[in-house]
Nanobody, 128 residues
Framework: EVQLVESGGGLVQAGGSLRLSCATSGFTFDDHAIGWFRQVPGKEREGVALIRSKNNSTLYLDSVKGRFTISSDNAKKTVYLQIHSLKPEDTGIYYC?????????????????????WGQGTQVTVSS
């Protein structure tokens, strides 16, 4: 059974930092793209960061580059999203998702591309 379990969300003041975790099981961790997606009420879901451990590649939404860092621990089959300099507009539910792919491509961040497996999400709220 495939599982993705997010944790680490919470209420943070603007300018603060958070590290989100996504613990996975049930699929081949290193040859799947694993990504973080953000959902804000009334807005389309957006992919913010992807990682594929097998070729050590990462991909970011342009607007979060420099503030978001995605990483993975292959032994723990866990993906992390470190967020610095949090802004109120970072508020949303952050989902972890996985899909098999040989390479990362910007299309994978698009809401038009459907990932195979999803977690339940973790709420991030940034107060101003």
């Amino acid at each position: 059974e495939v599982q993705l379990v997010e944790s680490g969300g919470g209420l943070v003041q603007a300018g603060g930092s958070l590290r989100l975790s996504c613990a996975t099981s049930g699929f081949t961790f290193d040859d799947h793209a694993i990504g973080w997606f953000r959902q804000v009420p009334g807005k389309e879901r957006e992919g913010v960061a992807l990682i594929r451990s097998k070729n050590n590649s990462t991909l970011y939404l342009d607007s979060v580059k420099g503030r978001f860092t995605i990483s993975s621990d292959n032994a723990k089959k866990t993906v992390y999203l470190q967020i610095h300099s949090l802004k109120p507009e970072d508020t949303g539910i952050y989902y972890c998702a996985a899909t098999w792919t040989p390479i990362l491509a910007p299309l994978l961040l698009s809401p038009k591309f459907e990932f195979d497996y999803w977690g339940q999400g973790t709420q991030v709220t940034v107060s101003s």
